[in-house]
């Protein structure tokens, strides 16, 4: 489990059109915005980054960056920015699943085709939303076992808002001794 206000795994994965995506060379001002998802299999997923994708500009003008990213290959994560339409996200691709376990994603095997007819990669990777501040710690986690109920980014850049104006520090970073 990661925990907030410590330092998250490294990531570095090829992108479609930004060159290598390097967390630990972020320039972003207050942070990144990192949306694990499935692939291009996923039906929810696309409905899901086209919100992103809608709210990446806000993000922007907050000092935030935006990944979106899943292990599916550079064609397939292709394909899922043209079926959305992207205008603004950087999308990812090609995570190790290996690192998607360290990240603390939950990991599913292929249950063939999907309702829109794509088949499920062997393994892959479940959903998963986390803001990362500039010095690589964990300010915000959510992590899913299944494709359904995600938390919303018109929430998320609410929630900055509250977090800029209030100094808000990330919370859940209590890791000792628990009373029985």
Known sequence: ????????????????DHGTFDLAAEPSERGTVICFYRGLHCPICATYLKEFDRQAPEFAERGVGVLALSSDGEERTRAMADKIENQ??????????????????YISTSRG????????????????????????????????????????FRELVAALDFAI???YPARGEYTGELPN
Request: net charge neutral; aromatic share 10%; proline share 12%.
């Open 1 to 16: 489990m990661l925990i907030p206000r410590q330092k998250v795994p490294d990531l570095t994965v090829p992108t479609l």
């Open 88 to 105: 603004n996200l950087r999308f990812g691709h090609d995570l190790p699943l290996s690192k998607a376990r360290e990240w603390g994603l």
């Open 113 to 152: 085709k999907t309702s829109i007819g794509i088949e499920e990669p062997v393994l892959f990777a479940e959903p998963g939303l986390f803001m990362v501040t500039p010095e690589q710690t964990l300010y915000y986690g959510s992590v899913q076992t299944m494709p359904f109920v995600r938390p919303h």
């Open 165 to 167: 104006e209030k100094n």
